[in-house]
């Protein structure tokens, strides 16, 4: 009878040799071609208004020169474990729009990966995310830090479309997702798409099996990312440029806060004067007779507080604002009384009003009249 030992040797001996795994040589790519003429994106893009949109310089470049970027990750976190295994990027050629994919089919892979974007990203003049500056791009450079390549992450003027997109959309969108921007703004529709929260999932199946149907979808998801943010720049650059141009009332009144916050008040009154219309009537009034007041302008901002007043709009804020400007700037201490008693009727009714404060107003403008 064979002891345990012997077994053991037996078993050993009859058991095939494990095949070493074959070093990785590269990562895999895949390429679209998208015919010029399926997009308007013009052959040059002025720096005033790239600047206009960021906030930040912004040189004029050829849409050449952009490298459109989108990451597939296995997670949401920038910590050591998230690794980007496929990275997207687009470009306009001659020929088309590009789309070339980097995928890595196990993690010996990630080096070739980010070798192939390092010389993307050297090429291109100006980077363009969606989400980019907080997410996809601090995570590569972790990955090439972690990687020991550290040295190839350069880093490139960089056009984040979220949050463009959020000072323009989201007061009337509310969500501001590239899926709701299709549909919404581009008027496209995904069929059969892979939700984002599913792709770590899919992913991790596929190394698990080898089975490359589970990444056909991801593929796909991520190459329309890329398609999407090109039709994206054009759009935001048409409205940053011409604001009257946009569809909504609500996305003008943004657009002039937009043009307000770079010191381009003549431009945002043009924007708050076509908004004057709907729902954003009140906020487009308010910021426009505020924006006249801060320019000592205190004839256009009376007329504009004045216009709110007979309208019912705003409460007692244009009430209270003419008080001051009749009491200040006209020097019509009875029109300032009569402007603050209105306000005082008017907040009676609403709770949360700083009643104290505008009978304080009332009774100083009274003794002020006896004086005078």
Known sequence: ???????????????????????????????????????????????????????????????????????????????????????????????????RQYLMRDYDEEIFLLDKVAAHMAQSKLLCTFNGATFDLPLLETRFTMQRMRDRYEKKPHVDLLPIARRVWKLRLKKCNLTSLEEAVLGMTRVDDLPGALVPERYFSFLQTRDF??????????????????????????????????????????????????????????????????SVSLLARGRMADSYRRAGDWQTASQVYGKMIADRQGGIGPLIAMAKISEHKAKDIPAAIEYTRRAIVLAADRPGSDMPALQKRYQRLLLKARKE
């Open 213 to 278: 149907s589970l990444l056909t979808d991801i593929l796909d998801h991520n190459a329309q990312d890329i398609v999407s943010l090109a039709h994206i720049l054009d759009r935001l650059m048409r409205l940053y440029d011409a604001p009257l141009l946009a569809a909504a009332p609500e996305d003008v009144f943004s657009l002039g806060r937009v043009y307000e916050k770079r010191g381009r008040q003549e431009g945002a009154r043009m924007c708050y004067r076509a908004a004057d219309q709907g």
């Open 1 to 99: 009878m064979l002891s345990l030992r012997d077994k053991l040797k037996a078993t050993a001996s009859s058991a095939k040799p494990k095949q070493a795994k074959q070093a990785a040589v590269d990562c895999m790519l895949r390429e679209t071609v998208t015919p010029l003429d399926q997009f308007a994106l013009p052959r040059e893009l002025p720096g005033e208004t790239l600047t206009l949109m960021h906030g930040a310089e912004f040189p004029t470049c050829r849409r050449e020169d952009i490298c459109f970027l989108d990451t597939e990750t296995t997670g949401l976190s920038h910590g050591a474990g998230t690794v980007a295994f496929l990275v997207g990027v687009g470009y306009f050629t001659a020929d088309g729009f590009v789309v």
